[in-house]
Nanobody, 122 residues
Framework: QVQLVESGGGLVQPGGSLRLSCAASGSIATIYVMGWYRQAPGKQRELVASITSGGITTYADSGKGRFTISRDNAKNTMYLQMNSLEPEDTAVYYC????????????????WGKGTLVTVSS
C-alpha cells in the first residue's frame, strides 16, 4: 500500500557531498515523522536524522553540522544533504516514515525503504 524508495547513493571521495532522496507513494493519507537511518557492515542500524511534518528536525551527533534533512510535503519526498563525508559514513542508508494510509487514517504505521548504499572512499 505504501512504498518508500531511496535514491542518490553512490561512491564519493572523503570530503565530498551527496544528496539522498526518499519518495513515498501509495495510499497515503498523512505522513508524520520521517527519518534517515543507516547501517554499516557489522553494526546495528542507527538514526541519522529525523523530521516531523511541521519541519522540526533532530540529528545524531555523527551528522550534526554536516548533514541537513528536509522534506517536501507536497511531493511526499524527504532529502538528506550530506557534506564533508567521511569513510565512517559508509553505510546503507534507509528511509523511514510513520504513515497513515487512506484505509487507516487515524493510525500511523512504520514503513521502510530498501536502502541506498553510500560508500566514502578514495
Amino acid at each position: 500500500q505504501v512504498q518508500l524508495v531511496e535514491s542518490g547513493g553512490g561512491l564519493v571521495q572523503p570530503g565530498g557531498s551527496l544528496r539522498l532522496s526518499c519518495a513515498a507513494s501509495g495510499s497515503i493519507a498523512t505522513i508524520y515523522v520521517m527519518g534517515w537511518y543507516r547501517q554499516a557492515p557489522g553494526k546495528q542500524r542507527e538514526l541519522v536524522a529525523s523530521i516531523t511534518s511541521g519541519g522540526i528536525t533532530t540529528y545524531a551527533d555523527s551528522g550534526k553540522g554536516r548533514f541537513t534533512i528536509s522534506r517536501d510535503n507536497a511531493k511526499n519526498t524527504m532529502y538528506l544533504q550530506m557534506n564533508s563525508l567521511e569513510p565512517e559514513d559508509t553505510a546503507v542508508y534507509y528511509c523511514n516514515g510513520v504513515i497513515a494510509t487512506t484505509q487507516h487514517k487515524y493510525g500511523g504505521m512504520n514503513y521502510w525503504g530498501k536502502g541506498t548504499l553510500v560508500t566514502v572512499s578514495s
